[in-house]
């Protein structure tokens, strides 16, 4: 019997080998979908407070600088080309049926760099005109 064990000694060894690298990509993938899903909720916020922001004061700047503050946590910072605002103005009378669209597509870089260099993000929110 003592045979036996000595010679399946480096058998536990072999097979550990075989299963670290798929547990490593398990751990790194667990951890890329979690920020994934932490930046997808941020895009989404601060889109809904960009829309509110230009179907309230019919401003795009005011619009602009409101999905930056709500997505300030985000590095790299999300910038105004990465922001879209369909139509450009809301009417100023008779708009209660148009409706403001914000569109954010963020570039988010991955945090180890294992799966790729980056993964473009959206967050839309919809309002209707003049609140």
Do not use: K, W
């Not at 450009?88 to 597509?105: A, S, Y």
């Amino acid at each position: 019997m003592r045979e036996r064990i000595d010679d399946e000694r480096g058998a536990t060894a072999v097979e550990f080998a075989f299963i670290v690298p798929l547990l490593i990509v398990l751990v790194l993938g667990i951890a890329e979908f979690g920020h994934a899903f932490q930046v997808q909720g941020t895009l989404s916020a601060a889109a809904r407070e960009g829309v509110r922001a230009m179907a309230l004061q019919n401003d795009q700047g005011a619009a602009i600088a409101a999905v930056q503050d709500a997505a300030s946590s985000l590095d790299p910072a999300v910038t105004a080309a990465h922001i879209t605002i369909t139509p450009d103005v809301c009417p100023t009378t008779g708009g209660g049926t148009t409706n403001v669209r914000l569109t954010i597509d963020y570039p988010m870089p991955y945090l180890t760099g294992f799966f790729g260099s980056s993964l473009t993000l959206n967050g839309t929110g919809v309002m209707r005109c003049n609140g």
